[in-house]
């Protein structure tokens, strides 16, 4: 059974970088979507970015566009998430999921995605 773990939240201050991974415990992720979600308090969770199963196809949130890059390594089952030029309003827990259908093309939902990690905090402040 796949399972997805977020590492590489923390605090940082605006304008810096993180870079967020998303690994599995061992499943193959080369047949999933994964999807970037992020949930800031008191608001919904939303797509960040996506990227099909062979990265072949990623998308991006109007937010993001420019800042963010998905990538994937899956001969490693991880899927990293390089996040630059951070902004106070990019604060949030840091969702990745995985879907077994090649979803990033459109606009996608979190119920496109079936497996959830536990996500991670980024705070971006001063």
């Known amino acids: 059974q796949l399972r997805l773990v977020e590492s590489g939240g923390g605090l940082v201050q605006p304008g810096g970088s993180l870079t967020l991974s998303c690994a599995s415990n061992?499943?193959?992720?080369?047949?999933?979507?994964i999807g970037w979600f992020r949930q800031a308090p008191g608001k919904e969770r939303e797509g960040v970015s996506c990227?099909?199963?062979?990265?072949?196809?990623?998308n991006y949130a109007d937010s993001v566009k420019g800042r963010f890059t998905i990538s994937r390594d899956n001969a490693k089952n991880t899927v990293f998430l390089q996040m630059n030029s951070l902004r106070p309003e990019d604060t949030a827990v840091y969702y990745c999921?995985?879907?077994?259908?090649?979803?990033?093309?459109?606009?996608?939902?979190?119920?496109?995605?079936?497996?959830w990690g536990q996500g991670a905090q980024v705070t971006v402040s001063s």
């Open positions: 999921a995985a879907s077994r259908w090649e979803v990033c093309y459109r606009e996608y939902k979190t119920t496109d995605f079936a497996t």
């Open positions: 061992g499943v193959r992720l080369d047949y999933w979507a």
């Open positions: 990227i099909h199963s062979k990265g072949d196809s990623t």
